[in-house]
């Protein structure tokens, strides 16, 4: 986890991409516990609630789990789960203003792919 918040952006939704990060890079696996919003409160200086509210949107979309008395784990499908969530965001945030921003300027479909595989050839 990042030691700092940023504080141009919402608490709750930085401590949800953190933990998401956390899954997706494999930090957290499925069935690992995650901090609780006490621990993430004391860590970040912040409300307990705040890192509630982060916690369970998390619950909701069925990345975690809470256990009764034992705390909040990794579910199952939660990397599996993000990874498509990320993917249709890349495709509305960056495929499509790209596909948008080629259009205005007449660029084909076959020298847009050939601009992407440019940056391939000179790694």
Not at 42 to 59: D, F, M, S
Not at 60 to 89: D, H, P, Q, W, Y
């Amino acid at each position: 986890m990042k030691n700092m918040l940023d504080e141009n952006k919402p608490i709750f939704l930085q401590i949800k991409e953190q933990i998401e990060d956390s899954i997706i890079n494999d930090s957290l696996k499925p069935d690992d516990r995650v901090p609780s919003t006490n621990e993430l409160a004391a860590y970040y200086k912040i409300n307990p609630a705040t890192a509630a509210k982060g916690i369970n949107e998390l619950v909701t979309e069925s990345i975690l789990v809470k256990r009764r008395g034992v705390g909040m784990f990794v579910t199952e499908n939660a990397k599996n789960i993000l990874i498509e969530k990320r993917k249709e965001s890349f495709y509305q945030n960056y495929v499509l203003p790209l596909k948008d921003e080629a259009g205005k300027l007449h660029i084909s479909k076959k020298e847009l792919l050939e601009m992407v595989e440019r940056e391939d050839e000179q790694n």
